[in-house]
Structures are given as structure tokens and as C-alpha cells.
């Protein structure tokens, strides 16, 4: 079964409103790596790190393509156990949006809609080494946004 969509509108035919709107979704890149194997212990309780990272490169016109970076650590003491990085990414229309629009869609709203395919892989690549399932949690986009881009004092109202 294949969908086709259309290529976004561009110069007059495009309205004046803002548009945010997903072409597609890829696995831009992905590794697994566990330097000892799947030795799994009854008392297994790895200390898990997770880092999240989000970029935006523009692919033409209005299209952007938002690379949302997800690196999972499992340590057992100072070892480590296995290490995922997945690279998950998706093609946007992002057009007539305001800076700040255009900020908040690229870091909130896109990651947002790439999270879930990232959380499925990782599952998978672990599940796949050898390993428990591990799912991620659910992640606050908007509550990362907000405390790594605070609003500037004299944007706020009262």
C-alpha cells in the first residue's frame, strides 16, 4: 500500500497561515553496542542514562527535517552494559510560522511526534541484544523547552 502526498504549496498558492505539517518519518541512523554480552544477573538493576538532543536542518524551501537524538546508557557499577543511540527523524512543513512558533514546533511539537518511533526502537534494539525490555518513559518536551529556553522578562504579562 503506498500514500502519496502531496508537494507543499509555495508562493501564491500557499495561504498566508501558518502550517506545520509532517511528510514523513525515518530512521535516520541507529547502534547498539554491549561490550560484555547479555550476561544478566538475577539481581539486575542497571543505573539507565538518558540524553536527548534535537536538530533542525532545512532540506528546501519549507521543509525541515527535525533529527530528534535519543543516546540510552546501562551501567552496572562503573561497566558498562549496553549503549543505544537512535537517530530518529521526520520531514515538516513549517511555513508562516512566527520565531517563536517556529522554536516551540522544533522543539516541542516535532520531538513530540518522533518520540514514540524512538521509544519502539530502542525497546527493540534492546530486546534484540539480549536484554530485558526496556521501555522509556514519557518525555515533557514542552517542560525541557521551557527550562532550556526561558522567556525573556519583558515578554511576560501580568
Given at each position: 500500500?503506498?500514500?502519496?502526498?502531496?508537494p507543499p504549496?509555495?508562493?501564491?498558492?500557499?495561504?498566508?497561515?501558518?502550517?506545520?505539517?509532517?511528510?514523513?518519518?525515518?530512521?535516520?541512523?541507529?547502534?547498539?553496542?554491549?561490550?560484555?554480552?547479555p550476561?544478566?544477573?538475577?539481581?539486575?538493576?542497571?543505573?539507565?542514562?538518558?540524553?536527548?538532543?534535537t536538530?533542525?536542518?532545512?532540506?528546501?524551501?519549507?521543509?525541515?527535517?527535525?533529527?530528534?537524538t535519543?543516546?540510552?546508557?546501562?551501567?552496572?557499577?562503573?561497566q558498562?552494559?549496553?549503549?543505544v543511540?537512535?537517530?530518529?527523524?521526520?520531514?515538516?512543513?513549517?511555513?508562516?510560522?512566527?520565531?517563536?512558533d517556529?522554536?516551540?514546533?522544533?522543539?516541542?511539537v516535532?520531538?513530540?511526534?518522533?518520540?514514540?518511533y524512538?521509544?519502539?526502537?530502542?525497546s527493540?534494539?534492546?530486546?534484540?541484544?539480549?536484554?530485558?525490555?526496556?521501555?522509556?518513559?514519557?518525555?515533557?518536551?514542552?517542560?525541557?523547552?521551557a527550562?532550556?529556553n526561558?522567556?525573556?522578562?519583558?515578554?511576560?504579562?501580568?
Amino acid at each position: 500500500m503506498s500514500i502519496e502526498t502531496p508537494p507543499p504549496a509555495t508562493g501564491a498558492a500557499a495561504g498566508t497561515g501558518a502550517q506545520l505539517s509532517l511528510q514523513a518519518v525515518y530512521l535516520k541512523d541507529c547502534s547498539f553496542e554491549a561490550p560484555l554480552g547479555p550476561r544478566v544477573t538475577p539481581d539486575w538493576n542497571p543505573a539507565i542514562g538518558l540524553d536527548l538532543n534535537t536538530a533542525v536542518n532545512v532540506i528546501e524551501g519549507d521543509l525541515r527535517e527535525v533529527v530528534l537524538t535519543v543516546t540510552v546508557s546501562a551501567k552496572l557499577g562503573e561497566q558498562t552494559v549496553f549503549l543505544v543511540e537512535v537517530k530518529q527523524a521526520g520531514a515538516f512543513v513549517m511555513q508562516n510560522l512566527s520565531d517563536g512558533d517556529y522554536r516551540r514546533a522544533a522543539g516541542i511539537v516535532c520531538p513530540g511526534v518522533l518520540f514514540p518511533y524512538v521509544r519502539s526502537v530502542v525497546s527493540n534494539l534492546v530486546s534484540q541484544g539480549g536484554f530485558p525490555q526496556l521501555l522509556l518513559p514519557p518525555v515533557n518536551f514542552e517542560a525541557l523547552f521551557a527550562a532550556n529556553n526561558p522567556e525573556p522578562a519583558s515578554a511576560t504579562t501580568n
